[in-house]
């Protein structure tokens, strides 16, 4: 049960925080008591209810950030006649404050990121064929849906496995030791 009192000795951006923490959703323009009464509403939907629920905070720029940047091992293929003759493809995702994506090469284990996989996930394409109706005799279409790329969800690299590729980058070249990068 909610102290009404305590609610209302709270300034009114004290009770839009409230409101903001609890997940309520409120007009810009709402009067003070209209909240005060939204909050109150909102405790007698959940009282005896809800227990034991932690209060997410909202998530910041920072953390959003590296949410996104989550990296999935993984290998793409696309079953899309549209990919045909490309070697890879091209995505980037985002929203106001950060916008990941880079080249996926088809067919090659590789990282990319979560919103990126998402993305991809939900591509398809569609095939129309004509089939002959028996009783008519006219083409009608037929119609299926496939999704576009086909992804196989590898597991991230061992602490050994990441030693050994460092080892052999570094003897084959790919990567730039300290010593060349500051002679640049």
């Known amino acids: 049960m909610i102290d009404l009192n305590y609610l209302e000795s709270k300034t009114f951006p004290e009770l839009k925080e409230i409101a903001d923490e609890l997940g309520i959703e409120f007009a810009k323009n709402i009067s003070k008591q209209k909240l005060l009464d939204k909050i109150v509403e909102d405790d007698n939907e959940t009282e005896g209810v809800v227990e034991g629920i932690k209060i997410v905070k909202k998530e910041s720029v920072g953390e959003l950030k590296k949410r996104m940047n989550k990296l999935i091992?993984?290998?793409?293929?696309?079953s899309s006649p549209h990919n045909k003759g490309r070697n890879g493809i091209t995505k980037q995702v985002g929203n106001k404050h950060h916008?990941?994506?880079?080249?996926?090469?088809f067919?090659?284990?590789w990282h990319m990121q979560e919103p990126v996989y998402e993305s991809l996930m939900g591509k398809t394409w569609r095939e129309t064929k004509f089939k002959t109706d028996p009783t008519?005799?006219?083409?009608?279409?037929?119609?299926?849906?496939?999704?576009?790329?086909?992804?196989e969800i590898l597991p991230q690299l061992t602490a050994k496995e990441i030693k050994d590729l460092a080892k052999d980058q570094s003897a084959r070249g790919a990567i730039p030791s300290e010593n060349e990068l500051g002679n640049g």
């Open 107 to 109: 067919n090659t284990i």
């Open 73 to 78: 091992r993984c290998r793409v293929s696309s």
């Open 136 to 151: 008519t005799g006219n083409k009608v279409p037929v119609v299926n849906v496939y999704p576009a790329y086909n992804i």
């Open 99 to 105: 916008v990941v994506g880079k080249y996926i090469p």
